[in-house]
C-alpha cells in the first residue's frame, strides 16, 4: 500500500477511535481493519448521559415528504429524496418500508448528503412485479433505481438484508458506489454463522402466522438488558404496509442466505476494492454479530465498528452515535 494511504488509513481510524470513545456511553468499542490489527477498546468513565431516542421521532416526519414513483424493469419503485450533497442510498432489510429508517439519522445524514431511501420489490408503494424475490434479483432493482435517477455513483449504507443486498450490488455493479456501510451484515452460505434456532422459531411464526407478541420481535431486535430500561420503546410509525406474501417471501429470502448448501459471498468479498464500513452491535442475534467480524477479514482494507451492548436495533438504541460514526467514515476515508 503507498505510504499516503496507509497515514490517511490511520487517520481515519483514529478519528473513529475519538468519535466513539467520546459520544458512546457503552461499556467498550472495538474498532478492527481487515488485517486483524486492533485499534481500540476504550473504556469509559465519562461520568455522563446521553439522551435516548425514546421514541424514534422526528419533528419533520418522512411521510410529509412526497413519494415519486419510477419504472425499473418489471416494477414500480417507490422512493423519497431529501437533503443536499453527495448521493447516499439506503437499503432497507426484511419486513421494513423506506420510512422506517430512524428519523434523525435520516435528518443528521442529510445535512451533507442528497439521500435516497425506497421500498423494496413488493414493499410499501412498490409493486411485486413477476420476477422472483432473491437478492440477486433485488440487488438488480436497486443499480436500475440509481440508472432511473440517472445517478451514476452513490454511497451505500443497507441494513440486515440491504447489507446483502449492498454486497452483491457491490460486486455486480462496483462502479456504481462510491462507499459502502454494511450494518447488521452476514455474507451468506457455509461461511456464516446462522441465527439459532429460537431466533428462528420467533421470526417464522411471526412472518407465517402473524402469532408473535410485539414483546417477542423486540426481543430479538434489542438486548434484553436494554429493553428492561427501555419498557416505552417503540419503531417509527408509518402509513406504509407490506403484505402478508411479501413478508413470507422476504423471510425465505433471508434464510436461504444463511443457508449451508451454498457458498454465500464470503470467497468472493475480496473483490471488493470499495471503501468498506461494517457496524454492528455486540449483542445482534438476527444476524450474528460474529458475521461482521468474517466479512471485515473478507474486503481488503475494510474496517468494522462493534457497539457493546447494542442489538440488530442499533441504529434505533443509539441514532445519533451511529450517525456520527457513518459521516465520520463518509467523510474521511
Not at 10 to 33: E, G, Y
Not at 192 to 198: D, G, K, L, R, T
Not at 244 to 268: P, R, Y
Not at 282 to 309: H, M, Y
Amino acid at each position: 500500500m503507498p505510504k499516503h494511504e496507509s497515514i490517511m488509513r490511520v487517520r481515519f481510524v483514529l478519528t473513529l477511535i475519538v468519535f466513539v470513545s467520546l459520544i458512546i456511553i457503552i461499556q467498550s468499542t472495538s474498532i478492527w481493519n481487515s488485517n486483524h490489527n486492533y485499534f481500540g477498546n476504550t473504556n469509559l468513565a465519562l461520568g455522563q448521559t446521553v439522551r435516548m431516542n425514546s421514541n424514534f421521532t422526528n419533528p419533520q416526519s418522512m411521510q410529509n415528504i412526497p413519494t415519486k414513483k419510477v419504472h425499473v424493469g418489471d416494477i414500480n419503485v417507490a422512493y423519497k429524496t431529501f437533503g443536499k450533497g453527495n448521493p447516499i442510498l439506503l437499503i432497507s432489510g426484511s419486513g421494513l418500508v423506506m420510512d422506517a429508517w430512524d428519523h434523525s439519522v435520516l435528518k443528521d445524514l442529510s445535512t451533507n448528503h442528497r439521500i435516497i431511501i425506497f421500498d423494496n420489490r413488493g414493499v410499501g408503494n412498490t409493486t411485486s412485479g413477476v420476477k422472483s424475490f432473491s437478492i440477486r434479483q433485488f440487488a438488480n432493482d436497486t443499480v436500475g433505481l440509481l440508472d432511473a435517477l440517472k445517478i451514476q455513483k452513490a454511497d451505500v449504507l443497507g441494513f440486515s438484508m440491504g447489507s446483502f443486498i449492498a454486497q452483491q450490488l457491490a460486486l455486480l455493479h462496483p462502479e456504481k458506489i462510491n462507499k459502502l456501510v454494511l450494518y447488521g451484515a452476514a455474507c451468506g452460505g457455509n461461511e456464516s454463522i446462522p441465527q439459532n434456532s429460537e431466533v428462528i422459531r420467533i421470526l417464522s411464526d411471526f412472518v407465517n402466522n402473524w402469532a408473535q407478541s410485539t414483546d417477542k420481535i423486540m426481543s430479538v431486535t434489542f438486548p434484553s438488558e436494554w429493553l428492561k430500561s427501555h419498557a416505552n420503546v417503540s419503531l417509527p410509525q408509518t402509513k406504509e404496509t407490506i403484505s402478508h406474501e411479501t413478508m413470507k417471501q422476504q423471510f425465505h429470502v433471508v434464510e436461504d442466505w444463511f443457508a449451508i448448501n451454498w457458498s454465500g459471498l464470503c470467497s468472493q468479498l475480496s473483490k471488493i476494492s470499495i471503501p468498506t464500513l461494517v457496524l454492528t452491535g455486540s449483542e445482534d442475534v438476527s444476524v450474528p454479530a460474529a458475521n461482521s467480524l468474517i466479512i471485515v477479514q473478507k474486503i481488503p482494507a475494510a474496517w468494522l465498528v462493534q457497539i457493546n451492548g447494542a442489538g440488530h436495533g442499533l441504529m434505533y438504541q443509539y441514532p445519533n452515535q451511529f450517525s456520527k460514526i457513518v459521516n465520520t467514515f463518509l467523510e474521511n476515508s
